[in-house]
């Protein structure tokens, strides 16, 4: 952003208060306002950091639950025939990772949790545009949710559709369908509701010297993503909804023999489903670009490019459903169409791993925790990427179709890109929001342990689907047995980085070192605040943009991270 | 957001009426053109009726007429996006 006159900042200087070593997190937003009690005052706030933080916490109860199922899949998957379940428990089990981890963990991850913390702090405002109507997704949030774990204990038993829920079976099977489908509904309003929110507050609510140039790249993210979750969370809503009125008034919608079209429910699935990895990407993509020049020290490479990319990644992103019915019986015309445009979205992804790479590019590189788990996140990103086109190609996607190959791409991307995004982002802003820092070179260990073990979870399913082993299965020849177990043994490593990162921070927050207003040495708004901000972030008065959101010049890094 | 107090009036029970009058008409014409043997042309036939009722519907009875350009523009942003979710299906339904 050469064309940004970058005039001088004079860091606000804002003495810290000597802090005891111990305890809760004090101060700023922390502080219960005076005549509430601290429980009330959390259940009730509209405070958008606050509503982050409950959002935050949720995802990572959540996000627990989800890994602990994973583990007990793999752990079936150690050998052929039955090992610690019985069939049906382990379709339920796969079913209830995939919901709980696409509906309930990833798709808000990003953009509810570190969304809200950031966003408004970023852009200068004091809180989002609708701060009730936040409150009120997050109450939507946590009613799905309470409804997707009814499902498990009711009806006809826990849902074992996988999180597709692909009709003929999802319309026949006796689990309980209604219920999870329900709870699916509601968890796309709050998604709704979010980004119609942040979409109002990014255009309402910058500070007013904030032109669109000069937004951070964070924010640029979650602005396209708020039109994703606007625009194609609906379709979700009505197809989860046909299901419902499929199985309860037997309306045939589906059903070959009266006329239905089965097909059909796969468009109809896709259509949000396809989006929705960018509702769950590209806010990490944000977080990486915010990250990537703090640590290097320099000016983002291709600011605009970037910026232009996310908008043309969810534009594009939106016309290429059909990609994962390629063997489904679909006409030839649209293989080859949908084929062709999901080369075209790999255009604007590369562009972006060009241009951090570009980034670090003689940078004065800091090796801190934010920026390892963005290299990982670059690295297993690509090799996501990378296989995503052998799924997009029409003519390769017939022969790893169904198999191990499409769950290794899928983790790579999400657990590699998603998950170490939103990492990256605990990470990066856990200074400002708790006002201590975590060890380093703990976190920097975890995050190495975590990427070995990621690879040996993940890569051995690549092979296993080149070989043919295919998805979903519970049982499996013979041949399988040796990559499964190498799989396994991944799964155990990275639970163990999930464990020592987890225990890191968790120590951080209870005894880490008190830092600063802006430890990293970054230079958009949010930092400019003190850790952690108060309640009404910058007050009655507009904060001054004066320079880029990546020039750091003058500012320099604290010592606690020197 | 309230139009209605910039000074607009309700719309008159005449002008309601007559949109319902047109409403029964466009639907007695998608019956009629469903018996008419046009191949692919009656689904074409059929959405563009159905078009039209939408229109008048948003337009007069949700009063999307008196509403200022970001609401017309957002309602017709979302139209559009629709024409092009059901317009990329018919690469599959129509060349099955
Ligand atoms: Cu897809």
Redesign the pocket.
Same mark, same amino acid.
């Given at each position: 952003m050469a064309e940004i006159p970058m005039a001088e900042t004079p860091m606000a200087e804002t003495p810290m208060a000597e802090t005891p070593m111990t305890g809760t997190p004090d101060g700023g937003f922390w502080t219960t306002p005076p005549g509430r009690s601290t429980l009330g005052s959390w259940l009730l706030t509209t405070d958008h950091k606050r509503i982050g933080l409950l959002y935050l916490w949720c995802i990572l109860a959540f996000f627990a639950v989800g890994v602990l199922l994973g583990l007990l899949i793999r752990l079936e998957l150690i050998a052929p025939g039955r090992t610690i379940m019985a069939q049906q428990t382990y379709n339920a089990v796969f079913t209830l990772h995939g919901v709980i981890m696409i509906f309930m963990v990833v798709i808000p991850s990003i953009p509810a949790a570190f969304g809200n913390i950031v966003m408004p702090l970023q852009i200068g405002a004091e809180d989002v545009a609708f701060p009730r109507l936040n409150l009120f997704s997050w109450y939507l949030y946590i009613l799905g949710a309470a409804i997707a774990v009814v499902s498990l204990f009711t009806g006809g038993g826990a849902p074992d559709t996988g999180w597709t829920f692909y009709v003929p079976f999802s319309a026949t099977t006796s689990t309980n369908v209604n219920v999870a489908v329900l709870a699916v509904f509601i968890l796309g309003f709050s998604s709704i509701l979010t980004g119609l929110n942040f979409i109002v507050t990014i255009h309402r609510l910058r500070a007013p010297s904030m032109g669109w140039t000069r937004m951070p790249l964070f924010t640029w993210g979650l602005y396209a993503t708020a039109w994703i979750q606007v625009l194609a969370t609906p379709v979700l809503g009505i197809t989860v909804l046909l299901i419902f009125a499929e199985r309860v008034l037997g309306l045939g919608l589906f059903d070959p023999a009266r006329g239905g079209d089965p097909i059909l429910y796969q468009h109809l699935f896709w259509i949000y489903s %396809?989006p929705a990895?960018y509702i769950m990407i590209v806010p990490a993509m944000g977080v990486i670009s915010d990250v990537i020049p703090v640590f290097a020290r320099k000016n983002i490479f291709g600011y605009k490019t970037i910026a232009i990319s996310s908008l043309a990644i969810a534009f594009a992103g939106s016309l290429?459903?059909a %990609? %994962?019915m390629f063997v489904s019986g679909m006409s030839d015309v649209a293989v080859m169409v949908f084929s062709l445009l999901t080369f075209i979205v790999a255009i604007p992804s590369a562009v972006k791993v060009f241009n951090w790479v570009s980034t670090l590019y003689k940078g004065s590189i800091y090796l801190d925790p934010p920026l390892i788990y963005s290299l990982g996140f670059i690295f297993l990103f690509s090799m996501g990427g990378v296989t995503g086109l052998v799924l997009g190609g029409a003519g390769t996607d017939v022969h790893v179709h169904d198999t191990y190959f499409v769950v290794g791409h899928f983790h790579y991307v999400i657990f590699g890109g998603t998950g170490f995004g939103l990492f990256a982002a605990m990470h990066f802003w856990f200074p400002k929001v708790y006002g201590r820092l975590y060890n380093l070179k703990i976190a920097n260990v975890a995050a190495v342990i975590l990427v070995i073990g990621l690879n040996m979870l993940y890569f051995p399913m690549y092979l296993l689907g080149l070989e043919g082993m295919p998805r979903r299965y519970y049982d499996y020849l013979p041949q399988y047995t040796d990559l499964h177990v190498v799989s396994t043994v991944g799964s155990w490593i990275t639970a163990a980085g999930l464990a020592l990162m987890a225990w890191n921070l968790w120590r951080g927050l209870r005894h880490g070192a008190p830092c600063g207003p802006n430890p990293w040495g970054a230079a958009t708004l949010e930092w400019t605040l003190p850790s952690p901000p108060p309640t009404e972030n910058f007050g009655p008065v507009e904060p001054e943009v004066t320079r880029g959101p990546y020039d750091f010049k003058g500012i320099e890094r604290e010592e606690v991270v020197a | 957001m309230h139009a209605h107090e910039e000074g607009h009036h309700p719309p008159s029970y005449r002008l309601l009426i007559g949109v319902w009058g047109a409403l029964m008409v466009l639907t007695a014409v998608t019956v009629w053109v469903a018996q008419v043997p046009l191949g692919f042309l009656n689904v074409v036939a059929a959405m563009a009726v159905a078009t039209c009722k939408a229109l008048l519907v948003t337009l007069f009875f949700m009063h999307l007429k008196d509403e200022n350009w970001t609401f017309k523009g957002m309602v017709l942003l979302v139209f559009v996006i629709l024409a092009i979710f059901i317009g990329f299906t018919f690469f599959d339904t129509a060349y099955r």
């Open positions: %396809h990895v290429v459903w %990609h %994962h | -």
